[in-house]
């Protein structure tokens, strides 16, 4: 069956410019994960949500950033005001249930001019 | 705090030579571990996971790893290794009693020779 998908797989940005990625679960997943992988490190996790409440956003790194889940499946992450520093890949994952092996999707290569 | 060492930024190994990826971690109570194997512009692949039970692990592809308790250790093992194994490597750890979130390693690059 189809797999975690990701739009656009690049965004390429002003600094200070607005953007938005897309991240469409596995069907009937519910719980819903973003992390973030820079060059050479491993994904760092940002937030995850159950159902369509975020159930743990501590990995946000600051107000900049923000993620919604409206109808409990696909999620889209904002960023506002993108500084260089946010270049990196941005990965979802989702997962049957909370606690559930996570899969991810392709990542979206985020890249801030 | 949970954390996970990837010692080894790279391996590299000869084709048909057995391979191992260290990965060491620290949680407060109980893990979960997970390898998850990344290919060039390909999203991470799980491999395999350590819930409970059999400390020796059966994954994808003929990769196994063995849980070690007491050396807080789950090393990715295969006894014959493959040029198309050639990618990298990353271990993770959930806390079992924590939230959902996995906590990554560094990454470990194999490259197998032929």
């Known amino acids: 069956g189809a797999g975690v998908s990701q739009t656009p797989s690049n965004k390429v940005t002003e600094k200070g410019k607005y953007v938005e990625l897309r991240c469409d679960p596995i069907?009937?997943?519910?719980?819903l994960y973003w992390y973030r992988q820079s060059l050479g490190q491993g994904p760092e996790f940002l937030i995850y949500?159950?159902?369509?409440?975020?159930?743990?956003d501590s990995g946000l790194p600051n107000d900049r950033f923000f993620a919604v889940r409206p109808e409990g499946s696909v999620s889209t992450l904002k960023i506002q005001r993108t500084e260089r520093g946010d270049s990196a890949v941005y990965l979802c994952?989702?997962?049957?249930?909370?606690?559930?092996?996570?899969?991810f999707g392709p990542g979206t290569r985020l890249t801030v001019l | 705090a949970q954390s996970v060492a990837q010692p080894e930024d790279q391996v590299n190994v000869a084709e048909g030579n057995p391979l191992t990826v260290k990965c060491t971690y620290s949680?407060?109570?109980?893990?979960?571990l997970f390898w998850y194997v990344q290919y060039p512009n390909r999203g991470l692949q799980f491999l395999l996971k350590?819930?409970?039970?059999?400390?020796l692990v059966k994954g994808s592809y003929g990769f196994e790893a063995e849980f070690n308790k007491s050396q807080t250790s789950f090393h990715l093992k295969k006894p014959s290794a493959l040029v198309s194994d050639s990618a990298l490597y990353f271990c993770?750890?959930?806390?079992?009693?924590?939230?959902?979130?996995?906590?990554f390693g560094t990454g470990t690059r194999l490259k197998v020779l032929a």
């Open positions: 993770a750890v959930r806390d079992r009693a924590g939230t959902y979130k996995y906590i």
């Open positions: 069907s009937g997943h519910t719980a």
């Open positions: 949680v407060s109570g109980n893990p979960y």
């Open positions: 994952a989702s997962s049957l249930n909370s606690g559930d092996t996570q899969y």
């Open positions: 350590y819930i409970t039970g059999d400390n």
């Open positions: 949500f159950q159902g369509t409440g975020a159930a743990d």
